[in-house]
């Protein structure tokens, strides 16, 4: 990433982008710490589509992300 970064203009946005990633990951070594993901996602995501109709797409696609994690127990909570 740090040579995309060199390689660019540092006006162009592919630059900036990969430098802010850079300066995020900072001292990690590449490890970001696993999200947690609460017990009811679903029933959350079923309130988000009932009070917001245009976010089902949305819902959809993180029930089709989330549905094999949470059910396999590998997803951390």
Known sequence: MQDMTDKHSGRSNLAHNHSHYLEYLG???GYLQQTVVPEDIF?????????FP?????GTFYREQLTLPVYSGTLYR
């Open 43 to 51: 029933t959350q995501l079923d309130r988000l589509e009932q009070d």
């Open 54 to 58: 245009d976010f089902q797409e949305v």
């Open 27 to 29: 001292d990690t070594e």
